[in-house]
Every structure is written in C-alpha cells, then in structure tokens.
Nanobody, 122 residues
Framework: QVQLVESGGGLVQAGGSLRLSCAAS????????MAWFRQSPRKERDFVAA??????YYADSVKGRFTISRDNARNTVYLQMNSLQVDDTAVYYC?????????????????WGQGTQVTVSS
C-alpha cells in the first residue's frame, strides 16, 4: 500500500514559479513510477511528468519549464514549475504505480494523492 500527500500549490502570477511536493509512504522502490498529472475543470486528467527507473518523462507542454526530481532519503518527489502560464492552472495530482512503459497513462496508476490546486493569474 502506498499513500501520497501533495503540498505546495497556491496562487502565482504568470511567469512565476512554484514547487510541488509529494510525500510518499509505503513501497516506492525504483520499480515504482512516480508521476504528476493535472486536471482542469471540464477536462480529462493529463500527464505532466514522470520519474521511472531513473528516467524522466515530460509532456510537451511543460518541457523546458517543469522539472521532476526525487529525494530518496525523504521519500519525496518534487515538481519544480518555472515560467508558469495561465494554462497551467489545474489541480495537480501525484501518482505512483508499476506502470512501465505506460508512464503517461493515468489508468495504469494504482495510487493517487488528494491533489493540490495551482492557480496562475495573468
């Protein structure tokens, strides 16, 4: 069993930065993919970034702006978000699961956090 708790969301102006954290408890070894998804009102849950077996994956819309990383000592995954845009406004969810190679498919993930709201104002 894995439990995930996100934090770090908030309100920021366009061009600003935020860092999201996902504290994990339970079995989250190197064979478990850790990922971030986001969901806006009236939209599906979209893939943002994943960290799997030491490899990093990003959605095209966030490449060059967002960075996923992991602190194994703290069992925490981070999402550093720079150059934020209004379109980045969403609830951001942390997810975990043994999903390779389907790292961008939300249906493959078994564990989810409660989500944290990110709002980017113009």
């Amino acid at each position: 069993q894995v439990q995930l708790v996100e934090s770090g969301g908030g309100l920021v102006q366009a061009g600003g930065s935020l860092r999201l954290s996902c504290a994990a408890s339970g079995r989250t070894g190197n064979d478990v993919t850790m990922a971030w998804f986001r969901q806006s009102p009236r939209k599906e849950r979209d893939f943002v970034a994943a960290l799997s077996g030491g490899k990093k994956y990003y959605a095209d819309s966030v490449k060059g702006r967002f960075t996923i990383s992991r602190d194994n000592a703290r069992n925490t995954v981070y999402l550093q978000m720079n150059s934020l845009q209004v379109d980045d406004t969403a609830v951001y969810y942390c997810a975990a699961g043994s999903v390779e190679p389907y790292v961008d498919d939300s249906d493959e993930y078994s564990y989810w956090g409660q989500g944290t709201q990110v709002t980017v104002s113009s």
